[in-house]
């Protein structure tokens, strides 16, 4: 482990001392062997009011990896796709080393912690939640939260990405801010009659300032019909699409091209003629 300091600023404040040594050693109240003592009481006594303001910490190594399950455990995802979610991140977590840890939360209209990060296999959840909503954006701002600083930690959001509760582009937005990466793990939604959703939308971690990128996307319908796509990065519409959909699953490849340094935010809008859920 090492050391980490909360506010460094605060250091600033030991430019004091010389000052503060330089006025005790020319007092001539005390004889100098006991003016000596109580300007280094006075030094050690501010040098500690000093540490305590920059609010030291340990932190854990680089190598310290912490991943962070989050759930979807509201009521439009059925059960046998979050017992896949729960297979496929058990597995990740015995095939780890000791130093990537693996915590578990659920969410639904809430988000709940069921697991604290720890090395070992992933139980089944014990932690119940409210399935009548699907709070995406709580889940992601919980699952940030413990995510110990200076450990290389990400999230995977294991959702049918039906949320309908929380500001969701927002949330996203910080979590881009702050660096942490998101990786989605798409779960099929309960689903009956005409239905048509967005399964998946894959971007680079990362690109040069003016490179080109693909985004890979994929749509998933129950019937057939007409649709339009649309897809935004950073709240602005950078292609759109009419599908002609089929049951089954359907994959496209957008070209994108950044033209400004920083953080890029994609979002992809489905409108189908037919869809039983228009939150999806």
């Not at 080393?97 to 697991?115: I, K, P, Q, S, W």
Request: glycine residues 10%; positive net charge; hydrophobic residues 45%.
């Amino acid at each position: 482990m090492s050391l980490g300091l909360g506010q460094p600023a605060a250091l600033l404040a030991l430019l004091l001392l010389p000052p503060v040594a330089w006025l005790g050693l020319r007092a001539r109240r005390l004889p100098p062997g006991r003016r000596r003592l109580a300007t280094g009481l006075r030094l050690a006594i501010l040098g500690l009011v000093v540490l305590g303001l920059a609010r030291p910490r340990l932190l854990r190594p680089s190598g310290d990896r912490v991943t962070v399950l989050l759930l979807d455990a509201s009521g439009s995802v059925p059960a046998d796709e979050r017992a896949r979610a729960l297979a496929f991140a058990g597995d990740l977590a015995e095939a780890s080393r000791e130093d990537r840890r693996m915590a578990l939360l659920v969410f639904g209209a809430e988000a709940r912690l069921d697991r604290r990060a720890r090395a070992g296999p992933l139980d089944p959840p014990r932690t119940t939640v409210d399935a009548d909503a699907t709070d995406i954006a709580a889940a992601l701002r919980l699952g940030a939260g413990l995510l110990p600083a200076g450990s290389s930690g990400r999230l995977v959001l294991a959702s049918d990405g039906q949320a309908n509760r929380g500001d969701l582009e927002r949330e996203t937005a910080l979590l881009a801010a702050r660096g942490i990466p998101v990786d989605l793990l798409p779960l099929a939604a309960g689903v009956s009659g005409a239905e048509a959703w967005l399964a998946r939308l894959d971007a680079p971690a990362e690109a040069r300032l003016g490179q080109g990128i693909t985004l890979d996307l994929e749509i998933r319908a129950t019937t057939a019909g007409p649709a339009r796509l649309q897809l935004l990065a950073d709240g602005e519409v950078i292609a759109q699409r009419q599908l002609a959909l089929r049951p089954g699953s359907l994959r496209l490849r957008i070209q994108d091209r950044p033209e400004r340094a920083g953080p890029r935010r994609y979002l992809a809008r489905l409108e189908p003629e037919r869809d039983g859920r228009a939150e999806n």
